[in-house]
């Protein structure tokens, strides 16, 4: 057990935060390595330890090498057919991040790289198209460097990100992002968080709408909307527990404006799910079972799908209308990526869910009764209920 610790420890130290290797450690390969069965001394034992940990790392090195080489390959075949920015994007973007891990291998190979990258963010500085991969990369640098142990860090780190919305070239979401999360984390470590924080936000919005910067309107207007998604995700966290009160939200998968306030004075299901969880799949029956009991008797079910994979909303709607239909779901459906697209947070974001399913049981007040209750369990509870 102790060796395979070792072996994981020394493959993350070294494996994870190098590329291949040159010269010195080829030799550790060219030694004779005695086999474990002729080992006849601890030493030897240690020896055989120490040279096939070696070995192992060396060929680890090399396949993460080819690996970035690949990359640079497909990046390049991406730029090439592509037939529009935005895929175009992605082919500098996969070239971009595998030549600057290529320039950590050593050697002239490593010198080849390096210049090979420097040429590369010369092209891509001349484009202004695809210049903010470079700026996006050197602006996370940039607030990764960045201390802030006190209030005189904090104004200096609000000066930078100020720079950085002035320039053109760089995703401006990103660095809303990336502020916000930094601010929210230092407030956390003064007395006054939320004056404080509320200060910094205010502060940040007025220079947003304000003539001091460069940006143009439509990005004014999707910066604010972003801080104030993020204003609501941080309030929304940790909501979801007993005795609590929910304050569903949302576009319906017909997207229509979900209205939560319908349901007081029912007992409402509420299901955090996903297409593709075989789990929830199973779930399904026995709500549709305990629908059909106690729908009469003031019970409703709501199913809100988080998490779901790939990048076109229509076609994950429909995957999820398709699931609805082929399971009999009649209840309604709320959908994440729908109220995304209407500028709101996604609810498994602001509700914090951290596994689907997560079922949660609400009176008719409002107020959660159970955060995480499924199976016979829930069978239970709703013929307490409506007994």
């Known amino acids: 057990m102790k060796v395979n610790f070792n072996f994981w420890t020394i493959l993350i130290a070294f494996g994870l935060t190098a590329l291949p290797i040159t010269g010195q450690e080829t030799n550790a390969q060219e030694k004779k ?10 030493s030897e034992v240690e020896n055989w330890i120490s040279s096939s940990l070696e070995e192992i790392i060396t060929q680890y090195r090399r396949g993460v090498q080819k690996a970035q080489e690949l990359q640079v ?6 730029i090439k057919i592509a037939q529009n920015d935005k895929d175009k994007k992605k082919g500098y973007k996969y070239k971009y991040d595998a030549l600057s891990q290529l320039t950590r291998v050593g050697g002239d190979e490593g010198k080849k790289y390096k210049e090979e990258l ?7 500085e001349a484009n202004d198209k695809f210049s903010s991969i470079v700026n996006d ?3 996370q640098e940039s607030i990764g460097r960045t201390r802030l142990q006190n209030k005189t860090d904090f104004e200096k780190f609000k000066k930078e990100l100020k720079t950085w919305l002035n320039k053109p070239t760089v995703t401006h979401n990103l660095v809303i992002s990336s502020g916000l999360r930094r601010a929210k984390s230092y407030a956390n470590t003064v007395k006054d968080d939320a004056e404080f924080f509320t200060k910094f936000v205010d502060e940040l919005t007025d220079f947003i709408k304000s003539s001091e910067n460069t940006l143009d309107d439509n990005t004014k207007k999707e910066l604010t909307e972003q801080i104030d998604i993020f204003i609501q995700t941080s309030k929304g966290n940790n909501v979801v527990s007993r005795g609590n009160d929910l304050q569903l939200y949302g576009k319906t998968i017909d997207n229509k404006d979900f209205n939560w306030e319908s349901l007081r004075g029912k007992y409402v299901i509420v299901k955090f799910t996903a297409t593709w969880c075989v789990p929830c799949k199973a779930e399904i029956p026995g709500l ?10 003031g019970l409703e079910i709501i199913s809100v799908y988080i998490w779901e994979r790939g990048d076109d909303t229509n076609k994950i709607v429909e995957d999820v209308k398709k699931l609805a239909k082929e399971e009999k779901i009649t209840w309604k ?29 609400i009176d008719k007040n409002g107020k959660i009764i159970d955060a995480n209750i499924q199976g016979q369990r829930l069978q239970d509870k709703l013929e307490e209920i409506f007994k």
């Open 288 to 297: 549709i079972s305990a629908y059909e009991k106690y729908k009469d008797k």
């Open 33 to 42: 390595i005695i086999s474990l069965d002729d080992a006849k001394t601890v």
């Open 137 to 139: 990369t050197r602006f």
């Open 333 to 361: 459906i709320v959908s994440e990526e729908l109220t995304a697209k209407a500028k709101k947070p996604k609810q498994g974001d602001f509700y914090a869910i951290r596994a689907v399913p997560t079922i949660l049981l």
């Open 118 to 124: 420097d040429n590369f963010i010369k092209e891509l």
């Open 73 to 78: 390959e497909g990046g390049e075949k991406i």
